[in-house]
């Protein structure tokens, strides 16, 4: 004899223990960047392609949201040369070439809520969170998997060293509401 269980949302829709104490089930399993982009439409992309000299900062994010935790899911870089990617958290004030968060759920007009820029002066590093190396002609990304967090006004940057080069880098975060994070 057969068990059945209702999903308990009204749908009516069942769930059937077999007789060997199994269920059939399937799921999908999503990064919490792209249910977010899904479902709240508040994941963003940040984009540079620029000459960068050694030891410069090639991009810098700035949380400016008082009631959003900006979570960095990842940071994917590529360069022309064999280059060296640092990820920092930093301070001081930034100046640059300003960048616009770009919302991934391009029916969303949400915008970011951060400051941005490419080509980067005036930090202060106050911490290296990751890095990588890459070869000439190389693409890795920092998968950070969202343990980079950042608060109101908290502030991180990609630091690039390998002699002056064209460098790309692609950084992915989420909004999440203060209240929905322990």
């Not at 890095?131 to 990304?141: Q, S």
């Not at 998997?145 to 060293?161: P, R, S």
Request: charged content about 15%.
């Amino acid at each position: 004899m057969a068990e059945e269980w209702v999903d308990g949302t009204g749908t009516g829709k069942k769930a059937k223990v077999n007789v060997r104490n199994r269920v059939a089930v399937s799921a999908a399993n999503y990064s919490e960047s792209r249910l977010i982009a899904a479902q709240d439409a508040n994941t963003f992309l940040w984009t540079t392609s620029a000459s960068q000299a050694t030891g410069s900062y090639a991009i810098y994010i700035q949380n400016t949201s008082t009631t959003h935790r900006l979570i960095i899911d990842k940071v994917t870089c590529s360069s022309v040369l064999t280059g060296f990617f640092e990820l920092y958290q930093v301070s001081g004030t930034a100046s640059g070439t300003v960048i616009t968060g770009k919302n991934s759920n391009l029916t969303s007009g949400n915008p970011a809520a951060a400051t941005s820029f490419g080509g980067v002066s005036g930090l202060t590093d106050a911490g290296r969170l990751d890095h990588m190396r890459l070869p000439a002609l190389g693409r890795a990304t920092m998968e950070l998997q969202d343990i980079v967090i950042l608060g109101a006004n908290d502030a991180i940057a990609v630091k690039y060293t390998g002699g002056t080069d064209t460098v790309d880098i692609i950084i992915t975060g989420y909004y999440k509401p203060i209240s929905e994070l322990k």
